[in-house]
């Protein structure tokens, strides 16, 4: 499986814009955590990419989310690692994150949706007006984007690394495809 044939599942099973672009943006920051860490980057990002390709087929049923993703991932060619680390990013399936791929998707999922609120209150709503502070400091309002999950994004710790640092590389990632998130 190549990035375009996995684009083009992504494309051909979710309509919704902004859930494509929550997709990409998970693909990014996945290849920047990869190339932190000298794993696979293809790997890394094509999982990001895929990983909630069967959001819209499950329409919303959370017990079959992931499952039917990794399922479809597995069909186009996906290896073991990408299939688990899919499956497994819905904790409502109870399934251990064992490797890192599997923490780095966990936590690199709800850390977009951050980013994303962080930019669009910034004036111009672009992605180049905010800083990783900035980031950080939304990250502690409660309130502030509440649907991304802080404690998830806090899992970064079990990939070893520090907030502060997730999240300077996790905006200079989708900093890197702005265009393609319209932001
Ligand atoms: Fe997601």
């Known amino acids: 499986m190549n990035r375009q044939e996995a684009l083009d599942s992504v494309r051909a099973n979710v309509s919704n814009e902004n859930s494509i672009k929550h997709m990409l943006a998970t693909e990014a920051i996945m290849r920047a955590l990869a190339r932190r860490f000298g794993e696979d980057e293809e790997e890394w990002g094509l999982t990001g990419l895929l990983h909630d390709v069967d959001m819209e087929l499950t329409s919303?049923?959370?017990?079959?989310?992931?499952?039917?993703?990794?399922?479809?991932?597995?069909?186009?060619?996906?290896?073991?690692?990408?299939?688990?680390?899919?499956?497994?990013?819905?904790?409502?399936?109870?399934?251990?994150?064992?490797?890192?791929?599997?923490?780095?998707?966990?936590?690199?999922?709800?850390l977009t949706g951050l980013i994303v609120a962080a930019a669009l209150v910034r004036p111009d709503k672009k992605l180049a007006s905010v800083v990783a502070k900035s980031v950080r400091k939304r990250y502690k309002e409660k309130s502030f984007a509440a649907g991304a999950s802080r404690e998830q994004i806090a899992r970064c710790s079990e990939i070893g690394l520090e907030l502060d640092e997730f999240m300077e590389l996790g905006l200079a990632a989708m900093q890197g495809i702005a265009s393609d998130l319209g932001l």
């Open 60 to 110: 919303g049923d959370m017990s079959s989310h992931s499952k039917l993703g990794a399922d479809l991932a597995g069909e186009m060619g996906a290896n073991e690692a990408m299939v688990h680390a899919i499956l497994c990013h819905n904790e409502m399936h109870d399934i251990p994150r064992e490797t890192l791929l599997d923490k780095a998707l966990f936590c690199a999922d709800p």
